[in-house]
């Protein structure tokens, strides 16, 4: 594709040694790391937009980052961008046996079994579970192990099943704060959250991007009350817990019928 060949070749000119950008010519895979996840996260919300026009331009940030450091890799002899894109689609072949081979499968379910079990032979394994990476969001990250395990049947049937596993670990959770133990409760928090994970999992909710929609949320309507106190000339520091709670109720009425 030319377009592609055109992106090659101006980032070679920015990174040539003589002729090439200062700027470029200073970055290194690890510098490069914040702007891969500034481009990812932009990337996100350009999908959660549904507006086709940010999503095209942060597409393009994104493959600006894979096409930086697979440069990098190629000037120190690592590998070229052309082994990245054949090393993916190899992989692409492989972990789809019933596109490219003879194998047979019922639905998405089976696909993705499927696709986690050749990866534990590729891979070689001990475990059906794989290493994240230690900075992987830990909701995320409770959502593909759990995910993982469920490919070789250690999983509940639905999603009310795993939510009675909600209800005993809130009441592990209560017993450990009642008692004043809160190692034991920071223990139990996570217990706590990691079956939370499991209910959005098993109704097709990512439970990092749930979180992160609750997260806007919460701050809404909390500038809200902070806005309408404002206009009464008051700091929201001097308010009491009542006015705030009623202030919050009317933010989820008028917020909520706009967003």
Request: proline share 4%; aromatic share 6%; charged share 30%.
């Amino acid at each position: 594709m030319k377009e592609f060949s055109r992106l090659l070749a101006i980032m070679k000119k920015l990174r040539h040694p003589r002729r090439g950008c200062p700027w470029d010519l200073q970055q290194t895979p690890a510098s490069l790391k914040e702007y891969v996840l500034e481009e990812a996260h932009e990337l996100i919300e350009a999908i959660d937009g549904e507006d086709p026009g940010p999503v095209r331009e942060e597409l393009g940030d994104l493959l600006l980052q894979i096409v930086f450091l697979a440069q990098i890799a190629a000037e120190q002899g690592a590998f070229s961008i052309a082994e990245v894109i054949e090393g993916i689609s190899d992989k692409l072949v492989r972990r789809h046996p019933h596109i490219f081979g003879r194998t047979r499968v019922s639905g998405a379910d089976e696909v993705k079994a499927n696709w986690e079990q050749i990866k534990i032979v590729e891979k070689n394994k001990p475990s059906v579970i794989s290493d994240y990476p230690a900075s992987m969001p830990s909701l995320l990250l409770a959502k593909r192990i759990a995910s993982q395990a469920s490919g070789v049947g250690f999983d509940w049937g639905d999603a009310s099943q795993a939510l009675e596993k909600v209800v005993e670990e809130t009441a592990e959770l209560r017993a450990e704060i009642n008692a004043g133990r809160r190692h034991q409760a920071e223990n139990e928090v996570g217990d706590l959250l990691f079956a939370v994970a499991n209910v959005a999992r098993l109704l097709e909710i990512n439970p990092e991007f749930a979180l992160a929609s609750t997260n806007r949320k919460f701050t809404r309507r909390f500038r809200f009350i902070e806005t309408e106190l404002r206009k009464q000339g008051r700091d929201i520091a001097s308010a009491t817990l009542a006015e705030m709670e009623e202030l919050w109720q009317r933010s989820k009425a008028e917020l909520d019928e706009t967003s």
